[in-house]
């Protein structure tokens, strides 16, 4: 019962949290257990690297015809969900089991790399390239045959593992996942949103020479992402795998529960990672599911563009416009910099709830949607009779409600976070008719949400 209590006013006050740090490993033994044990994540990558193998053979050499071969189903359904389900709970853990750098290890572990360190040019220029690729993809998934083609989605597969594995062959550990992996990239940034972080005790780490959980030791590699648990302030980066466990002389570093919205009150939307990503990920999920409705293809035909020309159009619209609105609001609030944060804007700060639910409803639509034909296209990629006729519909309702709970949820986040700026981080100095942009941002956007939601389905 205490441990429910505390769970609760850590889940709903942030500053609970600051003395009563809900630590999984002291509670759940067996979470430190499977973190020490490194065979664990060993036997989950290869099994990983496999279904990742098993997909592009599958979309290569298998039908073509996108009701006769699950890899599509597989790809873009289950996998990309469970990614993006997975920013809410376990931050970048994914990451730690991706099997994208699973051709770099090979490299390193043959000995076949330069084994250099990132250039100045990656760590400087790495987040604008990947958050490039990043919105590429989503413009191809868009507008191209991508998702309904096999062979085309084991190509897409294919380039991203052969990417990574060059990487591997000139720099050392996984400087693509780090810095120019567009998934890993928008994972990190909604990864400041997961319930849970990987910390170290500073407290403990003042006792050590040398940070092994970040340079390594002469049996044991360093840290994958160049971090180690000393250097981790916020979950952007790090993977929560666990390598530096094993390399901590004081037992240091550990998984907390946290407040979801704890990173972005810290925050408050500063830097280019949030300034730019939110807008451009609102402005695409708004394009995309106005592309879903009947009136996109009826606009469409009317003005004479072709689709792939109106929603970008759309797309970067959608995308300008929110950065200018967040800028006029900033503006309006007249309290942009603080001495120790630096320049912030908090119409960004409260948009990040809907960034990032928005891509989950638009992952979880996909999902619901396919997942009744799944058995019916196994059947006939594998000549199985019997399965044809197990096809079943999610029903419409149920997945208008589902999506509309989650924007609630994202809604609410939003207002939380307007409440905890006014009451809590500036104490009421800043009057409220300042916030008052913010709240009709908010508004807007979520009825566009909201509105777009279900006519899309």
Not at 222 to 246: E, K, R, T, W
Not at 359 to 380: A, M, Q, V
Request: hydrophobic share 50%; net charge positive.
């Amino acid at each position: 019962m205490e441990f429910l209590k505390t769970l609760l006013k850590t889940l709903f006050w942030p500053d609970f949290e600051r003395d009563h740090r809900i630590n999984l490993f002291i509670i759940f033994p067996k979470i430190k257990a499977f973190f020490y044990n490194r065979r664990n994540f060993a036997y989950i990558r290869t099994f990983g690297d496999i279904v990742f193998l098993t997909l592009i053979i599958m979309g290569l050499f298998g039908p073509q015809d996108p009701k006769a071969n699950i890899m599509l189903f597989l790809a873009w359904g289950v996998w990309w969900s469970s990614v993006v389900l997975s920013w809410f709970f376990l931050g970048r853990m994914w990451c730690a089991f991706c099997p994208f750098p699973g051709l770099a290890r090979l490299f390193q572990n043959l000995k076949m790399s330069l084994f250099k360190y990132p250039s100045s040019f990656l760590k400087d220029y790495g987040i604008h390239l990947a958050t490039t690729l990043f919105f590429i993809i989503i413009w191809l998934e868009t507008t191209t045959e991508l998702v309904h083609s096999p062979r085309y989605t084991a190509i897409f597969l294919i380039s991203i593992w052969a990417l990574a594995g060059i990487l591997g062959m000139i720099y050392r550990e996984y400087a693509w996942c780090r810095y120019l992996c567009p998934l890993g990239r928008i994972t990190g940034v909604a990864a400041t949103m997961s319930l849970i972080e990987f910390r170290a005790d500073y407290t403990l780490c003042r006792r050590c020479n040398g940070a092994p959980c970040k340079r390594g030791t002469d049996q044991i590699k360093p840290c994958p992402v160049y971090l180690g648990a000393v250097a981790v302030q916020n979950n952007l980066n790090c993977f929560i795998c666990g390598h530096c466990l094993i390399l901590c002389p004081h037992d240091s570093p550990t998984i907390y529960i946290r407040h979801p919205l704890k990173e972005i009150i810290l925050n408050k939307g500063k830097g280019i990672t949030c300034s730019y990503i939110i807008p451009f990920l609102i402005g695409s999920q708004l394009a995309r599911f106005l592309f879903e409705t009947p009136f996109f293809h009826v606009w469409r035909s009317s003005i004479g563009f072709s689709s792939e020309v109106l929603f970008t159009i759309l797309f970067f619209w959608f995308s300008i416009s929110i950065i200018v609105l967040s800028k006029l609001s900033g503006s309006y609030f007249k309290y942009f910099e603080d001495p120790i944060l630096g320049r912030f804007n908090l119409a960004i700060a409260i948009l990040i709830p809907l960034a990032f639910t928005g891509e989950l409803i638009y992952r979880s639509t996909y999902l619901l949607k396919g997942i009744g034909e799944f058995l019916p296209t196994l059947g006939r990629q594998f000549d199985l009779s019997y399965l044809l006729n197990l096809h079943f519909e999610i029903p419409k309702r149920f997945i208008e409600l589902w999506n509309v709970s989650l924007l609630f949820l994202a809604f609410s986040g939003s207002i939380y976070l307007l409440c905890y700026f006014y009451f809590k981080d500036f104490q009421r100095e800043i009057p409220l008719k300042r916030y008052v942009p913010f709240l009709i941002l908010v508004f807007i956007l979520y009825l566009a949400y909201f509105a777009l939601i279900l006519t899309s389905i």
